[in-house]
């Protein structure tokens, strides 16, 4: 079985412009592939992308499974479609495929009360499984203000991803700093954190944090930004993961956000077919341990 850990589906107004703009600026290096004459917000592919999309591109790639992770970003600016209407789309949306696609709550901890009766909504409503973070909307997991939103997830075993490392436009990068997770691993030693992207420019910090905690994992989602211009890199990211990572290790894609450069389909075949780490280290990386922390 393989697992993607790590990928989205939104409609237009469910992101603020100042975000899409931001992460739309990368893309600039494909003008020619993409009519940029045009305003950039319409002109961009995946501006909307819905659960049939990525079922599709699955399809094509063999992959079994999905965790679908909806962004609230509606406290830095707020989007057309706010985060309940958000949320509760995607749960609608990936009902049509129930054995393919398990939705996360995506929910900003800044939100406070609402924050923890929109989890226990989706939990009562659809036995949500996990929630996403993002730091860099203002906050550092350590926070003492935020113990009440780890000890909810801990009590109900909601399993947490978190972005990492880089973030664009009005986000605070500082705040996504892995090792802020410490004191939360600490305190809720059987709260299961995914770090997204392996903690992206700072991955020695998630390896760091995995000595000494066995509830913190990592998923491999945008090391294909590397690709297909820089492979070498990709292989050595992949190499230090499985070496620190061990068994903890997940696949993700972070689609549809890498399509465009390199494919659904290919970023697949790169993890299983390069010579990265053992068969074994791959099939659990690829579904095995994400099996594991899902209880599937």
Not at 99 to 112: A, Q, S, T, Y
Request: proline residues 5%.
């Amino acid at each position: 079985m393989i697992i993607d850990s790590h990928a989205h589906f939104w409609r237009r107004k469910m992101l603020p412009g100042s975000i899409l703009k931001a992460y739309i600026e990368p893309l600039l290096v494909l003008d020619g592939i993409i009519d940029f004459s045009k305003d950039r917000e319409d002109a961009w592919p995946i501006t909307e992308v819905f659960a049939h999309e990525l079922v599709d591109a699955m399809d094509g790639a063999g992959v079994d499974k999905a965790v679908i992770l909806p962004l609230d970003f509606g406290l830095v600016e707020e989007p057309g479609i706010g985060i309940e209407g958000y949320n509760q789309w995607v749960f609608e949306s990936c009902e049509e495929y129930k054995d393919r696609l398990i939705p996360f709550v995506g929910v900003d901890p800044n939100r406070g009360d609402k924050a923890r009766e929109l989890i226990q909504r989706f939990i009562k409503d659809y036995d949500a499984k996990g929630i996403k973070v993002y730091p860099a909307t203002g906050f550092r997991p350590n926070e003492e203000r935020l113990v009440d939103f780890w000890k909810l997830l801990d009590d109900y075993g909601m399993v947490v991803v978190s972005h990492s490392g880089a973030s664009w436009g009005p986000l605070d990068e500082e705040c996504n700093h892995p090792i802020f997770y410490r004191e939360v691993l600490e305190r809720f030693p059987s709260l299961r954190v995914v770090i997204a992207h392996l903690g992206g420019k700072w991955k020695l910090e998630t390896y760091e944090l995995a000595r000494t905690h066995d509830n913190i994992y990592a998923d491999c989602s945008a090391v294909q930004g590397w690709l297909p211009s820089e492979p070498e890199v990709a292989i050595d990211r992949l190499e230090e993961a499985a070496l620190h990572m061990h068994d903890r290790l997940v696949f993700g894609t972070d689609w549809p956000l890498f399509d465009l450069s390199y494919s659904y389909l290919n970023w697949v075949k790169f993890v299983k077919e390069e010579n990265w780490a053992s068969e074994d280290v791959k099939e659990k990386m690829l579904g095995g341990n994400m099996k594991k922390i899902l209880g599937l």
